[in-house]
């Protein structure tokens, strides 16, 4: 079955410390993964997805078929990183259950 | 270019009773989705909608179902309601006619049922 998972519901870090928010996938075929994002108080809105291979505020994530998953990166955690992150596989219209950041000064 | 509205924001319903939410998407789009977000669930996928006609749908109950009008704006609707269905919906639009690609969010409908 398709299926995004992220076993993390929250996370915790100081502000300077590296960030990782897992995200495992299971789909047969090419997926198309994401991230999106939910501040406090604001819509859900797309972070960045895989096919561009770009950085989006400090923010990489990379897509590793072999272990199928897609680990949202950033290597210093700022206090206005703490979100919502949801990974997604969108053709599927698929989304993983969340994690919530908590970046502390 | 406006975004993706949704209707009402807040409402409260008791159970066994039905209601509507509405979703006007951003002009242009054509896919409209809907989803149900709770936290204990993250988002559920319900349906997606792509000119008029269903084109996805989720795994909930038959109370829950939905409809596109020529225009894209898209209504669910949910019957005989449970507490359980209390939760924001979140509906979103996108362009293509493959549903791939950035989906823009509403703000979401928060249904309570007492």
């Known amino acids: 079955a398709q299926r995004v998972t992220q076993p993390e519901k929250l996370l915790s870090v100081f502000k300077g410390a590296p960030v990782e928010l897992k995200c495992n996938y299971s789909y047969s075929g090419s997926p198309e993964l994401f991230w999106y994002v939910q501040y406090s108080r604001q819509r859900l809105q797309l972070l960045l997805r895989h096919i561009s291979r770009e950085s989006i505020k400090g923010f990489t994530a990379d897509l590793n078929k072999g272990e199928t998953s897609f680990h949202l990166k950033k290597p210093f955690a700022q206090e206005e990183d703490s979100a919502m992150y949801y990974c997604a596989l969108t053709d599927k219209l698929i989304f993983g259950t969340g994690t919530r950041l908590q970046v502390f000064p | 270019k406006a975004g993706v509205t949704q209707t009402p924001r807040y409402l409260i319903k008791t159970r066994g009773q039905q209601v509507t939410l509405s979703c006007s998407p951003i002009s242009g789009h054509r896919s409209v989705s809907w989803y149900q977000q709770t936290p204990g669930q993250g988002l559920q996928f319900l349906f997606e909608y792509f000119s008029e006609t269903q084109r996805n749908k989720g795994n909930f109950p038959g109370r829950f179902s939905g409809r596109q009008f020529s225009n894209s704006r898209s209504e669910m609707n949910v019957s005989t309601l449970e507490l359980g269905d209390s939760a924001l919906y979140l509906c979103?639009?996108?362009?293509?006619?493959?549903?791939?690609?950035?989906?823009?969010f509403g703000e979401g409908s928060r249904l309570t049922v007492l």
């Open positions: 979103a639009s996108t362009f293509r006619g493959v549903v791939t690609g950035e989906l823009f």
